[in-house]
């Protein structure tokens, strides 16, 4: 599901494939399944990342979680229909390993992390009755036609040679319509945001680093 070289229906559809082999398994009464992304995507998050978390290189900037990612937890054990508060990160899944099993911390983020417990219905678990699976909603990718190329690009993104990859269906709509984007249309400030995150990344976190102007 990657942007820039995937399909994101045939992603769906891979997923739900998993889940359904897994929910097929005769292990299944033992499973706790996670899916997760690694990062957002470069969508817009009105929640700042929090800082300050533990981590054995806190002291060069990694101290500093990023923007949340979608994550489901789904199993026997789940608990349904529920969304859950709780900031977790994606140290959280190994914490609720070592606290399940009994095992070592593997890093200070890992000890800091929250486990996945408030996801987790205690009660059915405590009387060892393991949920049967949920009916997955069938993927049909004919429902929803797109292409990998159709996917590579947001905001007008620009190619590494500098060319335009092309205009995504929401720039194209603010385009049509700018009265209803003032004020929060961005993109005239593209240029100064990447040198931003660059002098931050260089200078405020590299030792030695050098600002750009």
């Known amino acids: 599901q990657h942007a820039g ?21 005769p292990q299944w009464a ?4 996670v899916v997760t992304y690694d990062e957002n995507g470069g969508f817009y998050d ?17 101290d500093q979680l990023g923007f949340r990612v979608p994550a489901l937890v789904m199993g026997p054990y789940a608990k349904q229909s529920y969304v859950s508060s709780t900031v977790f990160n994606h140290a959280s899944a190994l914490a609720h390993l070592q606290n399940t099993f ?3 911390n593997l890093t200070m983020r ?6 996945l417990t408030d996801t987790i219905d205690m009660e059915r678990l405590l009387a060892n009755d393991p949920a049967p ?13 797109t292409t990998a190329a159709a996917c590579q690009y947001g905001g007008g993104a620009i190619a590494n040679g500098g060319a335009p ?32 995150i660059r002098n931050y990344l260089l200078h405020d976190i590299l030792p030695g680093g050098k600002r750009q102007a």
């Open 46 to 62: 009105h929640v700042s990342p929090p800082n300050g978390v533990p981590d054995d290189f806190a002291a060069t900037g990694f």
């Open 110 to 115: 890992t000890a800091a992390a929250t486990d």
């Open 165 to 196: 990859l092309g205009i995504d269906p929401v720039s194209a709509w603010a385009n049509e319509y700018p009265e209803r984007v003032v004020g929060m249309d961005a993109r005239a400030d593209v240029q100064q945001y990447r040198k931003d």
């Open 133 to 145: 699976p949920i009916e997955l909603p069938e993927v049909n990718l004919a429902d929803w036609p």
């Open 30 to 33: 033992r499973m706790l399944i």
């Open 5 to 25: 070289y995937a399909n994101l229906t045939e992603g769906d559809a891979h997923i739900a494939d998993v889940i359904l082999a897994l929910q097929r398994s």
């Open 102 to 104: 009994g095992l070592e």
